[in-house]
């Protein structure tokens, strides 16, 4: 019986080139980098070289899943996106559009807050201490200038 390849597959929301390495094809996904994509693979038991489109259905199922619940499958916490929620407390790992929503959601909680970083996101200006005397000049900002004598 011959494998069956598909030129298109479809993981969590996003179509994929069925063509990759499954360790490329999972960083296709926004939240999924390249050391999440191969400690999901090795733990679900898949060889990394291995080219995405050749899966079945079912595997590709348990990969979905693999990648929306990776404690499920004894990945470190470390490498999960969204440790210790604000809202809930636990340790989540979000993907594509809910990833986008709840990183606005918490720009949008520290501008309400009028946190320090909040307010830095709000005037476009560096949030983690950056010097801004010499970078950061977008506009109208000019370069340095000397003082008139």
Known sequence: MEEEFKHMVR????DIDGN???ENALTSIKGVGKALSRAIIMSAGYDLNQRI???SD??????EEAIKNPAKYNIPSWMINRRNDYETGEDKHLIESDLE???REDLNR???TRSYKGR?????????GQRTKSTFRKGSSVGVRRKKR
């Not at 993981?11 to 996003?14: E, F, L, M, Q, S």
């Open 53 to 55: 489109g050749y899966l």
């Open 11 to 14: 993981i969590a929301r996003k």
């Open 120 to 128: 830095r996101h709000e005037l476009g200006l560096p949030v983690r």
């Open 58 to 63: 079912e595997e590709i199922e348990r990969l």
């Open 101 to 103: 929503m709840c990183l």
């Open 110 to 112: 520290m501008r309400k």
């Open 20 to 22: 990759k390495t499954m």
